[in-house]
Nanobody, 121 residues
Framework: QVQLVESGGGLVQPGGSLRLSCTASGLTFSIYAVNWYRQAPGKERDLVAAITNTGGDTNYADSVKGRFTISRDNAKKTVYLQMNDLKPEDTAVYYC??????????????WGQGTQVTVFS
């Protein structure tokens, strides 16, 4: 079955850095776009960063532009989210999502279990 496993979360002080990883299994990873979302307590799940299947295009939420970098290694079936200059408002559970739409229009979407990032003073 398809699995997405996130890792790399933890506790960090403001201004610090973390690198999240999302490793996939059970799917043809190289055809999937991958997104990182985050959800803070009492808030909706928001898109943070996205990368196309080849890694040729990326997009970021305004709140993280210039601080976060998404990248992927298709040979390792892994997507990374490098987070620098972390702020308390970045505290959330971070989720990895792999998405693909087939030529007949069917959509496939898979989620990881999430990894907690806590930025504290």
């Amino acid at each position: 079955q398809v699995q997405l496993v996130e890792s790399g979360g933890g506790l960090v002080q403001p201004g610090g850095s973390l690198r999240l990883s999302c490793t996939a299994s059970g799917l043809t990873f190289s055809i999937y776009a991958v997104n990182w979302y985050r959800q803070a307590p009492g808030k909706e799940r928001d898109l943070v960063a996205a990368i196309t299947n080849t890694g040729g295009d990326t997009n970021y939420a305004d709140s993280v532009k210039g601080r976060f970098t998404i990248s992927r290694d298709n040979a390792k079936k892994t997507v990374y989210l490098q987070m620098n200059d972390l702020k308390p408002e970045d505290t959330a559970v971070y989720y990895c999502n792999a998405a693909w739409r087939s030529t007949n229009g069917r959509r496939y979407s898979y989620w990881g279990q999430g990894t907690q990032v806590t930025v504290f003073s």
